[in-house]
Each structure stands twice: as structure tokens, then as C-alpha cells.
């Protein structure tokens, strides 16, 4: 639930920061991407209500963040003059898929009657 809000929270706000900017200087992506997230975050804080109930959506932002950390670290790597940030963005984002991993419920086993 934590993780949820965290990413309803920091989306949200960038996303208004990024409308309410007289000049928006990130382009027309970044304000794109943040509703998705945000929209994530609001399905996440649901699901842990019963996340066996929710196991595909978790899944999803779990390999979500991992694909999205491994972009930022190649984009990293691709340009220098933003290394930093891109590097802060993918720890973090790496961080957020291992602990949804991590805590993420197991698939109970089936029995298996005969």
C-alpha cells in the first residue's frame, strides 16, 4: 500500500508541476508517463486489500520497474551529461520493483487429489 501511494503521491505531482509550468521544458512524455504511474499507483493501493486477489497486476509493475530501471540505466550510460539523475531514477525504481517482489504473494500451491 505504501508503494502505491508513494507512486500516486510523486506522479501526481510532478504531473502538475509539469502542466503548470509557463514553459514545460520535458517535452510532451514525461506528463504522459506520470498519469500512467499514477494510475498504477491507485490499482496498487486497491490490490493490497487482497493481493493474492491482484497477483497479475503486481506482477506487471514489478517487471514494469524492472524494464523501466534497465532503460534508465542504459540511457545512463548514453548520455553522460544526465548520468546522474538517470542513475538516482533507475535505483529508485529498481528499488520499488524489488520490494513489490519481495513482498508480492506467493502462488499457493494447488492440492492435488486422488
Do not use: C, D
Not at 503521491?9 to 498519469?35: D, E, H, Q
Not at 542513475?87 to 529508485?92: D, I, K, M, N, Y
Not at 525504481?93 to 492435488?112: D, H, I
Amino acid at each position: 500500500m505504501v508503494l502505491g501511494l508513494l507512486a500516486i503521491v510523486t506522479n501526481i505531482s510532478a504531473l502538475v508541476t509539469s502542466l503548470l509550468a509557463l514553459r514545460p521544458t520535458g517535452g510532451t512524455t514525461a506528463p504522459m508517463f506520470y498519469t500512467i504511474l499514477a494510475a498504477l499507483g491507485v490499482f496498487l493501493v486497491l490490490a493490497a486489500r487482497n493481493p493474492s486477489a491482484y497477483r497479475s497486476l503486481i506482477a506487471y509493475a514489478i517487471w514494469s520497474s524492472f524494464g523501466h530501471t534497465a532503460v534508465m540505466a542504459l540511457m545512463a550510460i548514453q548520455l553522460p551529461n544526465k548520468r546522474g539523475e538517470l542513475l538516482a531514477g533507475a535505483a529508485v525504481t529498481g528499488l520499488g520493483a524489488v520490494l513489490l517482489f519481495v513482498l508480492a504473494p506467493r502462488k499457493e500451491p494447488s492440492l492435488v487429489t486422488s
